[in-house]
């Protein structure tokens, strides 16, 4: 029904910055959720930050306030995680996620996944 693609991780220095890409194909609902999420190895995958399709508001995880940028283009259905000043920790996984429901999105159970882009910070 949806499916999601991420690029645009990679290697980086400490204090560096990244900008990763989720691609959504299928059909999308103007009430959909699209999430960020991270997951470093021997670690439970955390929420990093959602937007809403329709209207555009954002929700941000403690880590990410003040560093990282949640976005959407409407016209290439794209969503976008800008990260600026990316330290060591936060080397891990990113996937992106939707959901209709932002509940779900928080309780880290969206109903549809991408396959994850590696992200690695050095120090």
């Known amino acids: 029904q949806v499916q999601l693609v991420e690029s645009g991780g990679g290697l980086v220095q400490a204090g560096g910055s990244l900008r990763l890409s989720c691609a959504v194909s299928?059909?999308?609902?103007?009430?959909?959720?699209m999430g960020w999420f991270r997951q470093a190895p021997g670690k439970e995958r955390e929420f990093v930050a959602f937007i809403w399709w329709s209207g555009g508001g954002t929700n941000y995880a403690d880590s990410a306030k003040g560093r990282f940028t949640i976005s959407r283009d409407n016209a290439r259905n794209t969503v976008y995680l800008e990260m600026n000043t990316l330290a060591p920790e936060d080397t891990a996984v990113y996937y992106c996620a939707a959901d209709s429901s932002p509940w779900d999105i928080l309780r880290v159970k969206p109903d549809y996944w991408g396959q994850g882009t590696q992200v690695t910070v050095s120090s």
């Open positions: 299928g059909r999308t609902f103007s009430n959909y959720v």
